[in-house]
């Protein structure tokens, strides 16, 4: 890991906006939000998939040997290499 953590963080920072005003588009319209249910009380919609596409594209653009835990797509880490943990949108229930 070469970036200093607080190149990271800014760059999270960054990333989370731009990911926050994708989610608010699609809050802002809910009626239009394609669900999915994936288990008991567990669902997904297009803008948990699509948001989640945004944060780990800018992350893997920033940080390329980082790995991902995301949690609509699974996981895609080296035990070698720092990795994001990411919830696109935690509380998929609530926001829909």
Do not use: H
């Not at 999270?12 to 999915?36: H, M, N, P, W």
């Not at 008991?40 to 989640?52: K, P």
């Amino acid at each position: 890991m070469t970036e200093n953590i607080e190149y990271r963080y800014l760059a999270a920072c960054a990333i989370a906006r731009e990911a926050g005003k994708l989610a608010l588009s699609y809050f802002q319209d809910v009626s239009k939000l394609t669900v999915e249910v994936k288990g008991i009380q567990d669902l997904a919609s297009i803008a948990d998939r699509e948001v989640e596409e945004l944060i780990v594209t800018r992350l893997a653009q920033s940080f390329p040997s980082d790995g991902f835990l995301a949690e609509e797509r699974g996981s895609a880490v080296s035990p070698d290499s720092a990795f994001w943990v990411i919830d696109p949108i935690d509380g998929t229930s609530n926001f829909i």
